[in-house]
């Protein structure tokens, strides 16, 4: 089993920049595919990116691909998102999750069985 949680969420302004960490808990990191989601407000939760355990295949939603780029450091059990030229349908809370599927990655939130508490992302001026 492992834990997550996330930090680096905050208000930023439309064109800014924030990049989010979560931190798992236990010694199988580098065993799970990493992910990042986000649910905006009233809106159900959505794909945002996806890295494979070895950190080589990464996937992208295409209402960020291009601004946020995701990276993890099995040394530190942490997997990173960062978020550039920030808009204001960004805004969203952030919830990093870990699958144990047997692909190579995965953007359907049915295979993740462990989800962080989520941070709160809000892009406005």
């Known amino acids: 089993q492992v834990q997550l949680v996330e930090s680096g969420g905050g208000l930023v302004q439309p064109g800014g920049s924030l990049r989010l960490s979560c931190a798992a808990s236990?010694?199988?990191?580098?065993?799970?595919?990493m992910g990042w989601f986000r649910q905006p407000p009233g809106k159900e939760r959505e794909f945002v990116s996806t890295?494979?355990?070895?950190?080589?295949?990464?996937l992208y939603a295409d209402s960020v691909k291009g601004r946020f780029t995701i990276s993890r450091d099995n040394a530190k059990n942490t997997v990173y998102l960062q978020m550039n030229s920030l808009k204001p349908e960004d805004t969203a809370v952030y919830f990093c999750?870990?699958?144990?599927?047997?692909?190579?990655?995965?953007?359907?939130?049915?295979?993740?069985?462990?989800w962080g508490q989520g941070t709160q992302v809000t892009v406005s001026s």
């Open positions: 890295i494979a355990r070895d950190g080589a295949i990464t």
């Open positions: 236990g010694r199988t990191f580098s065993s799970y595919i």
């Open positions: 999750a870990a699958s144990r599927r047997r692909v190579a990655t995965t953007s359907s939130s049915y295979d993740y069985e462990y």
